[in-house]
């Protein structure tokens, strides 16, 4: 399985280097049955994240037609509104952008295309973390789809046509969904587990000293009754 995971200006590196981690910590464990690679929407750079500008490099471009995995990390930024004042602490101090700043700047490229050409693509899944379904919903990408985002943004996303489930992990196919910061320690696990077994994913979990959090989400099964 070759797993592209997505760099855009402004990306929360959590998002990104916790999947990464996980999934090249599968690759290794499997014997190269799981390879991982930094993306971009523009190719090879160098990509500022949202998180105190630190830089990791995009060593290709993102491509659709390659099936196996494309992950999607969220934004790092202020939460709240770009009209709203600074907080009265912030002093001279030039406050961070706001996610919805960095998110919308993202929706502005080249990147929307080319992930809906991935969720287009037979064979492909696309997985996003915290607020990288949000991305998608923004772009257009999740009406009617069933997903997750990190607790705060779950409003805003379900005005993006998505069916918002408050669940840790929403599995919804070709389309897997994780919502909160550390979820890309879960999703990684999972799609492990998915999509190479259980036995690896176990290995890695084992790995890192850490267990999976939360029931994955799916569409099928008897409903809960009313309390």
């Not at 996980?22 to 998180?51: C, F, H, K």
């Amino acid at each position: 399985m070759h797993a592209q995971i997505v760099l855009f200006d402004g990306f929360d590196l959590l998002d990104v280097i916790a999947p990464y981690e996980v999934l090249y910590a599968g690759g290794a464990a499997s014997d190269g049955a799981v390879d991982v690679a930094l993306v971009s929407a523009e190719g090879r750079r160098e990509v500022v994240s949202g998180t105190g500008g630190v830089t990791l490099r995009a060593t290709a471009a993102l491509d659709p037609e390659r099936a196996g995995l494309v992950v999607v990390p969220g934004a790092a930024g202020r939460v709240g509104s770009p009209g709203e004042a600074p907080d009265e602490d912030a002093g001279a101090r030039t406050p961070d952008e706001f996610l919805s700043v960095r998110l919308g700047r993202a929706v502005q490229t080249g990147l929307p295309s080319l992930l809906k050409a991935a969720m287009d693509r037979p064979g492909l899944t696309v997985a996003t973390v915290c607020g990288g379904s949000l991305l998608l919903g923004l772009a257009g990408l999740l009406k009617g789809r069933h997903a997750t985002t990190h607790h705060l943004a779950l409003e805003t996303l379900a005005e993006t046509g998505a069916q918002v489930v408050p669940a840790r992990m929403v599995d919804d196919g070709d389309l897997v969904t994780g919502g909160g910061v550390t979820s890309g320690l879960d999703l990684g696990l999972y799609l492990l587990e998915r999509e190479v077994g259980p036995k690896i994913a176990r290995a890695v979990e084992e790995l890192f000293a850490y267990e999976r959090r939360g029931v994955v989400w799916r569409d099928h099964g008897p409903a809960p009754s009313a309390p």
